[in-house]
């Protein structure tokens, strides 16, 4: 339920960071104005006592995250791919949030597998092991199957971690519309929209049917990427909160120190795993939208190994190509360009004045290039950003919150691995051969003839539907002009000629 009761949700967020000692640790990370450290600290110290205390061991914002639940530790996840927003502690003490959470009994884990599976676990795997990671919506155990001897990966759902999330996603709601209400200005970011989406992917985490989908499907897309792989799904073995897969080996990818003992090239790894995001976000529209450190290893040939499915995203071709468009306008330096894309995608509102945006957007870009990346703050850069889409009245796109989370996300994994790495330099060929093949003459030529398919496998229907539109045409009063109706037949017209005309060139081939 999304009422004022989520108040006393969001006051023991704050209260909990205070007790925890997160707070302070958290504002000295952001490196927080003053005036934002004194409101914070005073509202959130008198109702300390309300906060979660959390596990003493662990530092103060794990431990902070980890008492508020999964979505916070989610939120936490992001950070940790972001040394250079958060500093190089901090983000190394969020690391434990990716894989590394305190685990639910072994004994409850067998009772999911045996009521999914409906076969007892000593039926089906002769090892079941004690939890070898465990994050924040599931754990895994390392197991072995009876049938074949193989060596596999058994993810089990925490108890009850449906309705923790429910509950932290209605105080989500709640705050939304609270500063909705209260902040007119803040609605161009549709905050209740971002929510929306944000609770989309996680009902599709809860459910283990849709990752093993998903896993199967991005290895369909991916089966010729060099230096890539990925584990196998094995259906007979999966459920909606049990999905069994091969056993990943290799050297976790946010562990330098073992990376570097086993001889692979980090500074290879950074551009590969960058690399490697981009063509599945632009060639397949289908990407891994939650690749962090702890999603990722290096198999002993140099291969990278990506698992865990439960968030994947997907862009259409349009969004694809306009996304290319603004990348390759970056790399390109032409600024101008980069407006104009924002103006006909409709992301900018046709009001504003492009020249004007285009030298706001210079402003961002110049001071990337040619500059060592570790001398770009991503923090004071993303900062500027938000002022500038806040002057030029740009609204969130729900669509791209995914894309653009994960491109936050990789750009970290692959900093953490060469923290000189220039993700402009790394991107450029991947976008460029995107461009060559889907923004070109080529791809007009395939667009026309998938237009033309369409059409022609409509064709016998096209006389009916003029027919139907001119009866109605004439059944309507005349109440004056009905420039949408008129708009409407004139763009019906046009497809039935063009029907015609691919139906009369196809019989004559």
């Known amino acids: 339920m999304r009422g004022p009761h989520n108040?006393?949700?969001?006051?023991?967020?704050?209260?909990?960071?205070?007790?925890?000692?997160?707070?302070?640790?958290?504002?000295?990370?952001?490196?927080?104005?003053?005036?934002?450290?004194?409101?914070?600290?005073?509202?959130?110290?008198?109702?300390?006592?309300?906060?979660?205390?959390?596990?003493?061991?662990?530092?103060?914002?794990?431990?902070?995250?980890?008492?508020?639940?999964?979505?916070?530790?989610?939120?936490?996840?992001?950070?940790?791919t972001r040394p250079d927003v958060v500093g190089d502690d901090m983000a190394q003490e969020l690391r434990v949030l990716q894989d590394k959470l305190p685990a639910f009994a072994i004994e409850e884990a067998k009772e999911q597998v045996t009521s999914e599976l409906g076969i007892p676990v000593g039926e089906v795997f002769s090892e079941f092991s004690e939890p070898v990671a465990a994050a924040s919506i599931a754990q895994v155990h390392k197991a072995t199957l009876c049938e074949t001897g193989e060596t596999v990966a058994v993810k089990v759902l925490r108890p009850g971690i449906e309705r923790a999330f429910r509950v932290d996603i209605d105080a989500f709601y709640f705050a939304a519309g609270f500063i909705e209400f209260f902040s007119p200005s803040s609605r161009r970011l549709r905050p209740t929209d971002v929510i929306t989406h944000f609770e989309g992917v996680v009902n599709g985490e809860l459910d283990l049917r849709l990752e093993a989908a998903a896993a199967s499907e991005f290895a369909s897309n991916t089966k010729d990427d060099e230096g890539f792989q990925l584990p196998t799904v094995k259906w007979g073995y999966s459920g909606r909160r049990v999905m069994t897969m091969g056993w990943a080996e290799g050297v976790p990818l946010g562990d330098n120190a073992a990376l570097d003992a086993a001889g692979h090239d980090r500074v290879a790894l950074s551009e590969r795993v960058l690399q490697l995001f981009l063509n599945h976000?632009?060639?397949d529209g289908f990407f891994h939208a939650d690749m962090h450190q702890g999603n990722l290893k290096v198999a002993a040939n140099g291969d990278i190994i990506a698992y865990d499915f439960g968030i994947m995203g997907h862009i259409d071709e349009y969004t694809r190509r306009v996304y290319a468009e603004i990348?390759?306008?970056?790399?390109?330096?032409?600024?101008?360009r980069v407006a104009q894309v924002?103006?006909?995608?409709?992301?900018?509102?046709?009001?504003?004045?492009?020249?004007?945006?285009?030298?706001?957007?210079?402003?961002?870009?110049?001071?990337?290039?040619?500059?060592?990346?570790?001398?770009?703050?991503?923090?004071?850069?993303?900062?500027?950003?938000?002022?500038?889409?806040?002057?030029?009245?740009?609204?969130?796109?729900?669509?791209?919150?995914?894309?653009?989370?994960?491109?936050?996300?990789?750009?970290?994994?692959?900093?953490?691995?060469?923290p000189h790495m220039n993700i402009w330099t790394v991107a450029q060929p991947v976008v460029e051969d995107y461009i060559k093949t889907s923004i070109g003459p080529k791809a007009v030529a395939r667009d026309m003839a998938l237009t033309a398919k369409v059409l022609a496998r409509f064709g016998p229907r096209l006389p009916g539907l003029v027919e139907t539109a001119l009866i109605r045409q004439t059944q309507t009063p005349d109440t004056g002009p009905t420039y949408p109706r008129l708009k409407k037949f004139a763009w019906l017209s046009g497809g039935v000629v063009l029907g015609a005309l691919v139906t009369v060139l196809a019989s004559s081939l």
């Open 7 to 80: 108040i006393i949700r969001l006051i023991r967020t704050g209260a909990t960071f205070e007790r925890t000692g997160a707070m302070g640790v958290i504002l000295d990370a952001f490196d927080a104005p003053a005036p934002l450290r004194i409101a914070a600290r005073v509202l959130a110290w008198p109702f300390k006592w309300l906060g979660h205390k959390g596990d003493p061991s662990m530092p103060p914002a794990v431990r902070a995250l980890n008492a508020l639940g999964p979505a916070y530790i989610k939120f936490g996840q992001i950070l940790s």
């Open 281 to 283: 976000a632009l060639r």
């Open 327 to 336: 990348l390759f306008g970056f790399i390109q330096r032409d600024y101008l």
């Open 342 to 418: 924002h103006f006909e995608a409709g992301y900018v509102p046709a009001d504003q004045d492009v020249d004007e945006f285009a030298r706001a957007l210079r402003a961002v870009g110049e001071p990337i290039f040619g500059m060592d990346a570790t001398r770009i703050s991503m923090g004071k850069l993303l900062s500027y950003l938000f002022e500038v889409t806040e002057r030029f009245g740009m609204q969130t796109r729900t669509e791209l919150i995914l894309l653009q989370r994960t491109m936050v996300v990789v750009e970290g994994v692959a900093r953490s691995l060469d």
